[in-house]
């Protein structure tokens, strides 16, 4: 029986290596049948110098690429790197792809994408509606971005909780994640580790129609002290400003993103910026810094030493548009350097990030 066991054992790891050596040899070949092995061996090649590792799954006509680095790897670059990639590709086996990005050694997925993997190359009237969509969703922000409110929310319901028990204040904080099937115990047991409790979990998608992927909308809480309650709060203020100044600095680079599909050139119109600027922002010093027919960037200089500095951009790059917002890594009213086009992309220059 032992013999029967080894022999078995034998075969699969025959079939492992066997299929090791293939990817190995010819990778292109496997990967175009979709194979997700071969898939990845091929985006691990040009992402290992920005210290990004990719492994994948495929099952049913959907590739699962799982990306991790030291820090969680930058969304909006990997995802359209990796989407222009397996396109190019064309797996004759997948229809679409789930990208999700991690931190090395952890089981928490920071972020996920959908991508269909059989759409066309939208219309000229295809990419003026979905940046008129994105323009829509921006201005709606902006029209209910009350910092002022949102801090006297969270202050409010401080203040109830201290009013309804004086002597035995309780101080809560929350975070809600989206966990998929896959790394549900890990993430329970990873959260549950480091104190968080769980507040409610409840079935919800990831995507539209038969590019959804159910995961867990998970709520955790963990109790903190005053003094972190009092200090949330603060950075809520601060998130908030912030948050309105990016907000902004994304309808601008949409407007310019529509004037180019429509007219084949960067506006030089600026009745957005200049509302903005007579507005008289409390928080903000707003500024057109270049203004080209085929580069356009703003500077937004925080008035509080204890806001982020801010520079958007939207460049002309084989006629088509790249934007890009960067936000420095410290607090503080020094200008992060403007973004660079690094092979196709627009990329933020160092001390700064794309938020």
Known sequence: MN????????QIISRHYGKLDMVAANPMELAKQGDADAIAALMNKALQSKGIKVSGKAT???LTIVAESKEAPDQTFLTGYLSKGVKSINPTSLERMVVQGKEIGQSKIV?????????????KEGKIAEVKNKLGVFRSVLDIANTALLGGIFLTLLGSQLKASPTQ??????????VSDESFTETMLEMGAKGWDLASARR??????????GLYEVIFKRPISESEAESNLKNIEIIGKENGIESFLSLTNSEQELNYIQNDILSRDFSSTEAFLQDDSDNYDVEIAQSLPELFVVNATPKSNNLRSFVSAVAVVD????????????????????????DGSLECAAGSFEP
């Open 3 to 10: 013999g029967g066991l080894s022999l078995a054992t034998d």
């Open 60 to 62: 049913k006509g959907c």
């Open 111 to 123: 972020w996920r994408e959908n991508v269909n993997l059989k759409v066309s190359e939208p219309t």
């Open 169 to 178: 204040a309780s101080f809560w904080e929350y975070s809600v994640e989206g």
């Open 204 to 213: 919800a998608v990831s995507g539209e129609g038969s590019y959804s992927e």
């Open 319 to 342: 006629d088509s548009t790249k934007s890009i917002i960067c936000k420095t890594d410290e607090p503080g009213k020094t200008l992060p350097d403007p973004p660079q086009v690094v």
